[in-house]
């Protein structure tokens, strides 16, 4: 299995665009997980998924962030519009639930710079 | 308010000694805790785990104890290699929480050939 899969790895953008990462979770895994490193705030989770359904997304620091699981293989995090402190490292996540606990599988992240 | 801390922000040790890192945590509902190793540039990779109707979980050279009445988790690493240099991270997880992780800030450890 390759993996967690993002893209971009790497995303400079000016203040105002619209960003849009992606995520390609492992097979069969019925969960996903978007996070978001910082230097001042470490990984945070910002919403995660369970069967393609948003359980909590309590972390989502505001209106301008949206996330979508279409399907059990795919998912965006998008930002519109974005601004120069959503710079940071974006991860994905993902695994398999089943009523006990079991760890997750990231992604190399996504780093985004907004100038 | 930070639920889990993980107080040392960086270590260094010098090679085939002991590393031990440190975090504690506030929410007496977590009842199972992970350790995560991560690159530069590399997502974070699941290390070893540790449910708490244990106090102690071993695989190879990493340990993880657990000392719940302390609300205090340590993971060992014996014998250092410089491979181990990495951030650190320990999470952790409740039944209220979901399968939500909390993770702490971090620690950056540095072994030293």
């Known amino acids: 299995d390759a993996g967690v899969i993002q893209s971009p790895r790497h995303e400079v953008t000016e203040m105002g665009q619209e960003v849009t990462l992606r995520c390609k979770p492992i097979s069969g895994h019925n969960s996903l997980f978007w996070y978001r490193q910082t230097m001042m705030r470490g990984l945070e989770l910002l919403i995660y998924f369970n069967n393609n359904v948003p359980i909590d997304d309590s972390g989502m620091p505001e209106d301008r962030f949206s996330a979508k699981m279409p399907n059990a293989s795919f998912s965006t995090l998008k930002i519109q519009p974005s601004e120069p402190r959503d710079s940071a490292v974006y991860f994905c996540?993902?695994?398999?639930?089943?009523?006990?606990?079991?760890?997750?599988?990231f992604g190399p992240g996504t780093r985004l710079t907004v100038l | 308010d930070q639920q889990v801390k993980q107080n040392s922000p960086s270590l260094s040790v010098q090679e085939g000694r002991i590393s031990i890192l440190n975090c504690d945590y506030t929410?007496?509902?977590?009842?199972?805790f992970l350790w995560y190793k991560k690159y530069p540039a590399e997502g974070p990779t699941f290390l070893i785990s540790?449910?708490?109707?244990?106090d102690k979980n071993e695989d190879g050279r990493f340990t993880v104890f657990l000392n719940k009445s302390a609300k205090h988790l340590s993971l060992h690493i014996v014998p250092s290699q410089p491979g181990d240099s990495a951030v650190y991270f320990c999470a952790a997880r409740g039944f209220s929480y979901g399968q939500n992780f909390v993770f702490g800030p971090g620690t950056r450890l540095s072994v030293l050939p």
């Open positions: 929410n007496s509902m977590f009842d199972y």
């Open positions: 540790i449910s708490s109707i244990k």
């Open positions: 996540a993902s695994s398999w639930t089943s009523g006990t606990y079991n760890e997750q599988f």
